[in-house]
Nanobody, 124 residues
Framework: QVLLVESGGGLAQAGGSLRLSCAAS????????MGWFRQAPGKEREFVAT????????WYDDSVKGRFTISRDNAENTLFLQMNNLKPEDTAVYSC?????????????????WGQGTQVTVSS
Protein backbone atom coordinates (compact mmCIF):
# COMPACT_ATOMS: atom_id res chain seq x y z
CA GLN A 1 0.00 0.00 0.00
CA VAL A 2 1.43 3.36 -1.05
CA LEU A 3 0.34 6.52 0.74
CA LEU A 4 0.57 9.77 -1.21
CA VAL A 5 0.23 13.21 0.38
CA GLU A 6 0.22 16.39 -1.68
CA SER A 7 1.23 19.83 -0.49
CA GLY A 8 2.09 23.23 -1.90
CA GLY A 9 -1.25 24.30 -3.28
CA GLY A 10 -2.70 27.72 -2.62
CA LEU A 11 -3.66 30.99 -4.22
CA ALA A 12 -1.58 32.56 -6.98
CA GLN A 13 -2.06 35.40 -9.40
CA ALA A 14 -2.09 34.86 -13.14
CA GLY A 15 1.48 34.73 -14.35
CA GLY A 16 2.70 33.52 -10.99
CA SER A 17 4.19 30.23 -9.89
CA LEU A 18 3.53 27.41 -7.45
CA ARG A 19 5.40 24.22 -6.67
CA LEU A 20 3.45 21.15 -5.67
CA SER A 21 4.98 18.24 -3.79
CA CYS A 22 3.76 14.69 -3.33
CA ALA A 23 5.35 12.70 -0.52
CA ALA A 24 5.17 8.93 -0.88
CA SER A 25 5.44 6.28 1.81
CA UNK A 26 4.69 2.59 2.27
CA UNK A 27 6.40 1.32 -0.86
CA UNK A 28 9.55 1.54 -2.96
CA UNK A 29 9.05 4.88 -4.66
CA UNK A 30 11.33 4.10 -7.59
CA UNK A 31 9.15 1.10 -8.50
CA UNK A 32 6.35 3.44 -9.56
CA UNK A 33 5.76 5.76 -12.44
CA MET A 34 4.09 8.90 -11.15
CA GLY A 35 1.55 11.30 -12.51
CA TRP A 36 -0.28 14.52 -11.77
CA PHE A 37 -3.96 14.98 -12.56
CA ARG A 38 -6.34 17.86 -11.87
CA GLN A 39 -10.06 18.34 -11.54
CA ALA A 40 -11.84 21.66 -11.78
CA PRO A 41 -15.35 22.17 -10.38
CA GLY A 42 -17.95 20.61 -12.62
CA LYS A 43 -15.36 19.05 -14.90
CA GLU A 44 -13.85 15.62 -15.41
CA ARG A 45 -10.47 14.78 -13.95
CA GLU A 46 -7.78 15.46 -16.53
CA PHE A 47 -4.20 14.40 -17.09
CA VAL A 48 -1.46 16.96 -16.43
CA ALA A 49 1.89 15.17 -16.56
CA THR A 50 3.61 11.86 -15.94
CA UNK A 51 7.17 10.77 -15.24
CA UNK A 52 8.86 7.39 -15.51
CA UNK A 53 10.28 5.47 -12.57
CA UNK A 54 13.80 6.87 -12.80
CA UNK A 55 12.71 10.22 -14.21
CA UNK A 56 14.21 9.73 -17.65
CA UNK A 57 10.92 10.15 -19.51
CA UNK A 58 8.27 12.81 -19.02
CA TRP A 59 5.03 13.59 -20.84
CA TYR A 60 2.74 16.60 -20.55
CA ASP A 61 -0.72 17.58 -21.62
CA ASP A 62 -0.59 20.23 -24.32
CA SER A 63 -2.36 22.71 -22.04
CA VAL A 64 0.61 22.82 -19.63
CA LYS A 65 3.54 22.05 -21.92
CA GLY A 66 6.22 24.71 -21.59
CA ARG A 67 4.75 26.03 -18.33
CA PHE A 68 4.77 23.03 -15.97
CA THR A 69 7.65 20.71 -15.10
CA ILE A 70 7.26 17.33 -13.45
CA SER A 71 10.22 15.92 -11.55
CA ARG A 72 10.99 13.42 -8.83
CA ASP A 73 13.55 12.76 -6.11
CA ASN A 74 13.69 9.02 -5.52
CA ALA A 75 16.06 9.42 -2.58
CA GLU A 76 13.46 11.59 -0.84
CA ASN A 77 10.41 9.66 -2.11
CA THR A 78 8.93 12.86 -3.45
CA LEU A 79 7.27 13.95 -6.67
CA PHE A 80 7.12 17.59 -7.74
CA LEU A 81 5.18 19.78 -10.14
CA GLN A 82 6.65 23.20 -10.82
CA MET A 83 3.93 25.40 -12.27
CA ASN A 84 4.95 28.66 -13.93
CA ASN A 85 3.01 31.29 -15.84
CA LEU A 86 -0.18 30.15 -14.16
CA LYS A 87 -3.51 30.90 -15.77
CA PRO A 88 -6.99 31.10 -14.23
CA GLU A 89 -7.92 27.95 -16.15
CA ASP A 90 -5.29 26.07 -14.13
CA THR A 91 -7.55 26.40 -11.09
CA ALA A 92 -8.34 22.88 -9.87
CA VAL A 93 -7.64 20.26 -7.25
CA TYR A 94 -4.34 18.65 -8.17
CA SER A 95 -3.71 15.02 -7.26
CA CYS A 96 -0.66 12.82 -7.60
CA UNK A 97 -0.89 9.15 -8.47
CA UNK A 98 1.40 6.11 -8.60
CA UNK A 99 1.39 3.34 -11.17
CA UNK A 100 3.21 0.02 -11.47
CA UNK A 101 2.86 0.21 -15.24
CA UNK A 102 5.33 1.77 -17.65
CA UNK A 103 5.05 4.08 -20.62
CA UNK A 104 2.90 7.09 -21.40
CA UNK A 105 0.40 6.81 -18.56
CA UNK A 106 -2.18 9.35 -19.61
CA UNK A 107 -5.29 7.68 -18.24
CA UNK A 108 -6.35 7.69 -14.60
CA UNK A 109 -7.35 4.04 -14.83
CA UNK A 110 -3.67 3.11 -15.26
CA UNK A 111 -2.80 4.29 -11.74
CA UNK A 112 -2.96 2.21 -8.60
CA UNK A 113 -2.70 4.75 -5.78
CA TRP A 114 -3.94 8.31 -5.37
CA GLY A 115 -3.41 11.21 -3.02
CA GLN A 116 -6.22 13.31 -1.58
CA GLY A 117 -5.34 16.36 -3.64
CA THR A 118 -4.36 19.97 -3.05
CA GLN A 119 -6.29 23.04 -4.18
CA VAL A 120 -4.71 25.45 -6.64
CA THR A 121 -6.53 28.70 -7.30
CA VAL A 122 -5.30 31.21 -9.86
CA SER A 123 -6.80 34.68 -9.85
CA SER A 124 -6.88 36.93 -12.91
Amino acid sequence: QVLLVESGGGLAQAGGSLRLSCAASGGTFSNYAMGWFRQAPGKEREFVATISRMGHSRWYDDSVKGRFTISRDNAENTLFLQMNNLKPEDTAVYSCAASQKIGYLKYASLYDYWGQGTQVTVSS
